[in-house]
Each structure stands twice: as structure tokens, then as C-alpha cells.
């Protein structure tokens, strides 16, 4: 078994397409059955983190400019670790993922282990 | 109480509290020492008591006994000789001068440092259950063989190594220093709860054994919550898990001590003060920000104390499995999980959820497909049950499916 990392994007800038705060209220239960049903399956490494919308980008000249996102409208709202036999599994797993529902996308990225050389 | 009640009950009781004084007085390596002098205590206690009646303070008569004996024990010059370090760990050279403190603080603060000295990790969490049942709550071999369902000398043997594990690794008598203690306290907990699911879970049938290792968990939980440095939200906590499982302990056997599942069983039965008293446990373990594994299970067993099926109770417990599968996997939370789901969510969910399951050499596994295919298809339930009866171990177990499938 390895492990992947899933990142979740969405769009945090567009005011159209951001969920109210009662679509987010209601995104509670799909999340946490998501990470239930993955848990069930010991196939959860570690819940990750949930990330602020807030942030800031430190520039090569050193400048801080504000949000979270470099160049793009899509930014980081957190992520977990799972564990599966290969990153098409990992990207079956991603296919529960919430944040699809809103028109987010699920990164998958396999992790480096101490002794992987490739 | 009379003398053939009195002893048994003063043995479980005051016997771990006369061993955690006198070892914590003489030290890691002397173990033996200290487990001699109480088990000589109680031997003299059932000669003497049966001639001369009972004395007018039982448990004082212990303490003077075997005060005098650990300093009859003292004196004795080989001891002395053959055993410098024993010398030093005393650091006095006049038996006379030794003290030993018998006072109920002493006494408590003994047995608290004793729990964790047991369940330390150079040990294997098996053998600090051993250990525990044996020292801290006075359970000869011959008991804790019939509670592991295994033989008297290999738990023989499992106890002598634990305690040359502890002799070896030089442990040191006493709390861990405060900013330790949540984490050593951990395996303490950890320890109490294997302790008190082998006795509600064991698969042994004695009864009366079993239902007496719970009491001792508890009752050492009740020693964590009542010192102010161990008083931590977790072991409220499992406490209160403890409180409301113990709950159905006269509800879940029948007459033949043939287990009764949760569904079939008598409520009336049901133990409304232990109920109580864990919802008071419940509301203390909830201060702070700590959620541990233990928070999520009392909170299941909480709302498992009420029969009354709500979409609320089935979606509270269904997150509440959420939660615990994040912070542990194990296959019994993996399989309840997918039960609350379908009583939340439906069985067409919860079916598609445990076909992904990896669980198929568990007998619970097919037993719980045969249950969320019995109101749609009568066959497909009953081969569930089949597969599930060739997997299951004990005949408790297959007697309940051999009930299931005859109902298909």
C-alpha cells in the first residue's frame, strides 16, 4: 500500500459560486460520511486539515501580497492522506469527494516514502 | 458479612492496596517480596479468624499484620546481606527505624503510581492486562486463565516475564511528571478498557468472573477520576462508557448464560442508576477540547441506552462513527458504522458502502449483509447468513445465526 495525497480546489474568489452559509452547513454530512466510509475501508492515513480562505503569498522579492492563491482563482481548502495500492485507486477513492459537488476538483498526488527512490 | 464472605471481599479490596504500599516502599526489583508478605497476610488472616473469630477492624488487623511481617522480614539478616540493593533502596540499616506508611493517602497514592507502573509500555498491553488483574485487583492465575480462556501456567509464565521485563528496565515508583502524564495516561486507560472488554466481550462463561473484571476496571477508573492529576476529560470519559454498558450486564444472558443481543433484550433489566451515573461522567468528560476515542464511544453508548429508533439517534451515531473510524480503524467500528448508515441512511447505501468493505474472513461481516438484504431479498439474506455461519467460532455465535437464517 502507498500513500496520496488528495488536495481539494475550489474557487474562492468568484462571488456567483461560492455556497451560502447554509449550502456549507449542509456539506457537514456528505464530508463527514465521506471520511467515515473512508475510515471504514482503512484506508484513511490521517484526516489532514481544513484550510481558511484567508492567506498570504510571500514573493521571491520577499513582498507579501494577500489571499492564499498565486496565480489562479482556485485555492486550497484542505486536505487528507489516504492509502490504496495504486494512484488509480486513490483517484476511485476521490471520486466521493464533496468538493466535486461544487464545482471544486480533487488533486491526487502520490507521497514520497523515506526509502522510494523513484 | 460473614467470615467465608468477609475474606474474599477484604482480599480483592486491601490486598492490591497492601502490595502497592510495600512495593512502593522496597522498590521495582522487589516485587516478589511485597506479594509474599500480602499473600502471608491473608493466609494467616483465614487461620487465625477462623479460631478466634473476626476481629473488631478486619482491614486494620491486615495492615498491622502485615506491617509487622515486612518487618520481621527486615530484620532478617540474610536478606541484608544478600541484597545490598535492597539495602540502599531503603537507605536505612536499623529495622526498627524503617516506617511504614499505611495511611489512606499513601495507600492511594500507591496504587495510582502502581497503575502506572504496570502499564508501561516496556511491557505488551496483554501482559499489563495480566499484570493488572493479578496485582491491582488480586486475581490468582487460575482466574485470569479462565477470563483469557487459556491455561493456568502460561499465564504463569506471562506474569513472572512481565515482572522481570519491569525488574530489568529499572522502572521508577511513581507519577509521571504532569506534561506526561495525558500521554502515559493513554496506556493506563487503554489497559482499563481491554480490561473491561475482556470481562463484558470474554466469550467465557463464567459469569460471575466476568462481570467481576468489569467492577475492577471500573473501580480503578474510579481512582483516576478522583485524583485531581488524573482527572482528565478522558477518563471520565471511559468511564462513562463503562457505566452504561455495564448497564445491561443482567439483561444481556439468559438463564443458560447464553448471550441476548441488544434487540431482544428486557429494558426493565436495564440498570437506570449506572445509566446516570454515566451521564454524569459523560457531562464531565466534556470539558476541554480533548476528543478521544473513548468522548465518541461513551456518546454511541449513550444514545444506545435508549431502545427508541429516531432518524436523530441513527444520524447522531452515524457521525459519531465517522469520527472514531478517523481517529482508529477497527473492523467492529467499520461494520457498526455501516448499520448506523443504513438505519440513517438506508440499507441501499449502507449496501453499497459494505460491498467495499475488506472484510470477508469476518463472520460479522456476512451476518450484517444477511440483515440489510432480509426486507428486500429473502435468498440473497440467507446465503449472507450461511457464509457467516461457517465462519463463525463460538456456538453462542452460530446459534444466533442458525436463528436468523430459520426466520428468512
New interface residues.
Given amino acids: 500500500m502507498k500513500e496520496f495525497l488528495l488536495v481539494f480546489r475550489r474557487d474562492f474568489v468568484t462571488r456567483e459560486v461560492q455556497p451560502s452559509p447554509e449550502q456549507l452547513q449542509n456539506m457537514m ?1 456528505p464530508w ?2 465521506w ?3 473512508l ?4 484506508k ?1 492515513v490521517s ?1 489532514g486539515n481544513r484550510l481558511a480562505s484567508e492567506g498570504r503569498v510571500v514573493k521571491p522579492s520577499k513582498a507579501i501580497i494577500n489571499g492564499p492563491y498565486v496565480e489562479m482563482k482556485e485555492a486550497i481548502g484542505g486536505y487528507i492522506i489516504v492509502k490504496a495500492n495504486s494512484i488509480d485507486e486513490a483517484a476511485e477513492l476521490a471520486k466521493g469527494c464533496p468538493v466535486l459537488q461544487i464545482g471544486g476538483n480533487v488533486e491526487v498526488r502520490t507521497v514520497v516514502g523515506a526509502d522510494d527512490n523513484t | 458479612m460473614n467470615q467465608q464472605e468477609l475474606l474474599p471481599h477484604l482480599f480483592r479490596t486491601e490486598y492490591r492496596k497492601i502490595i502497592s504500599v510495600l512495593w512502593k516502599r522496597l522498590g521495582i526489583e522487589h516485587i516478589e517480596i511485597a506479594e509474599d508478605i500480602a499473600s502471608h497476610t491473608f493466609l494467616l488472616a483465614s487461620e487465625t479468624w477462623g479460631q478466634k473469630g473476626i476481629p473488631k477492624n478486619p482491614t486494620a488487623w491486615l495492615y498491622t499484620v502485615s506491617k509487622n511481617k515486612m518487618l520481621d522480614l527486615l530484620k532478617h539478616q540474610r536478606i541484608f546481606n544478600e541484597n545490598v540493593s535492597f539495602e540502599l533502596a531503603l537507605g536505612k540499616t536499623s529495622a526498627q527505624e524503617i516506617e511504614i506508611d499505611l495511611s489512606d493517602k499513601n495507600i492511594n497514592d500507591s496504587q495510582l503510581q502502581m497503575m502506572f507502573v504496570i502499564c508501561n509500555p516496556c511491557i505488551s498491553v496483554q501482559d499489563q492486562i495480566c499484570l493488572s488483574l493479578n496485582i491491582l485487583c488480586g486475581f490468582g492465575s487460575e482466574e485470569i486463565a479462565d477470563a483469557f480462556l487459556t491455561n493456568r501456567e502460561s499465564i504463569y509464565k506471562r506474569l513472572a516475564r512481565s515482572k522481570e521485563k519491569l525488574r530489568s528496565a529499572q522502572i521508577k515508583i511513581g507519577l509521571p511528571p504532569q506534561v506526561e502524564i495525558d500521554k502515559r495516561l493513554d496506556t493506563v486507560l487503554t489497559t482499563l478498557y481491554l480490561l473491561f472488554s475482556e470481562g463484558y466481550y470474554s466469550t467465557s462463561k463464567n459469569e460471575p468472573v466476568r462481570k467481576e473484571l468489569c467492577l475492577e476496571a471500573m473501580r480503578l477508573n474510579s481512582m483516576l477520576t478522583e485524583n485531581e492529576q488524573t482527572n482528565t476529560p478522558s477518563a471520565n470519559a471511559l468511564l462513562a462508557l463503562m457505566c452504561f454498558h455495564s448497564s445491561r450486564f443482567e439483561a444481556r444472558a439468559d438463564k443458560h448464560g447464553d448471550l441476548i443481543l441488544y434487540e431482544e433484550q428486557d429494558e426493565a433489566l436495564w440498570n437506570k442508576e449506572l445509566i446516570q451515573i454515566g451521564e454524569y461522567y459523560l457531562n464531565r468528560a466534556s470539558h476541554g477540547k480533548q476528543l478521544s476515542k473513548f468522548h465518541l464511544e461513551a456518546a454511541i453508548a449513550y444514545w444506545h441506552t435508549n431502545k427508541t429508533d429516531t432518524t436523530e439517534k441513527w444520524e447522531n451515531i452515524l457521525q459519531l462513527y465517522n469520527k472514531l473510524l478517523q481517529i482508529e480503524y477497527s473492523p467492529v467500528a467499520a461494520l457498526n458504522r455501516t448499520y448506523a448508515l443504513a438505519k440513517a441512511n438506508g440499507n441501499k447505501v449502507a449496501i453499497a458502502e459494505a460491498e467495499k468493505l475488506d472484510l470477508k474472513d469476518n463472520h460479522f461481516y456476512f451476518t450484517l449483509l444477511g440483515e440489510l438484504f432480509k426486507a428486500t431479498d429473502h435468498e440473497k439474506a440467507k446465503s449472507y447468513f450461511q457464509k457467516a455461519l461457517l465462519l463463525a467460532k463460538t456456538d453462542s455465535e452460530k446459534q444466533i445465526i442458525l436463528k436468523k437464517i430459520e426466520r428468512c
Avoid at chain 1, 39 to 42: D, K, R, T, W
Wanted: glycine content about 16%.
Fill in positions: 454530512k463527514q460520511d471520511m467515515g466510509s475510515g471504514a475501508q482503512n484513511l484526516s
